[in-house]
């Protein structure tokens, strides 16, 4: 059984960063794929980045080239770091986690069986 908990989320001005984190506690984290999605009120649930065990990053079109994902192994913690922050990347940001995720289901949440409570960030002047 693996938990995860978020934190770092936060009201920001557009424009601005936010570093968000993930602290993961039982399992291998090592092993695991961690992904982060996000879910605004009234849209579905939607990926927006994911950090396999051997490090491999993807991201959604919406958001690659702003944020980027990372993995400290050491201290069993994910992060998300977003800069150019925008309106519509308001939502509540959710970690999740998964072991033996293949490739091809990596941005498919149904495939993540740990998930955090969530952190919400709200980007508005």
């Known amino acids: ?3 995860l908990v978020e934190s ?6 557009p424009g601005g960063s936010l570093r968000l984190s993930c602290a993961a506690s039982g399992g291998t984290f090592r092993s695991l794929t961690l992904a982060w999605f996000r879910q605004a009120p009234g ?3 939607e990926f927006v980045a994911a950090i396999r065990y051997n490090s491999v ?4 079109d919406s958001v690659k080239g702003r944020f980027t994902i990372s993995r400290d192994n050491g201290k069993n913690t994910v992060f998300l770091q977003m800069n150019s922050l925008r309106p519509d990347d308001t939502a509540i940001y959710y970690c999740a986690a998964g072991s033996g995720v293949i490739l091809s289901s990596t941005r498919n949440g ?3 069986p740990y ?4 952190t919400q960030v709200t980007v508005s002047s």
């Open 8 to 13: 770092g989320g936060g009201l920001i001005e």
């Open 1 to 3: 059984q693996v938990q």
């Open 57 to 60: 990053t993807l991201y959604s």
């Open 43 to 45: 849209n579905e649930r």
């Open 115 to 118: 998930w955090g409570h969530g």
């Open 110 to 112: 149904v495939y993540y």
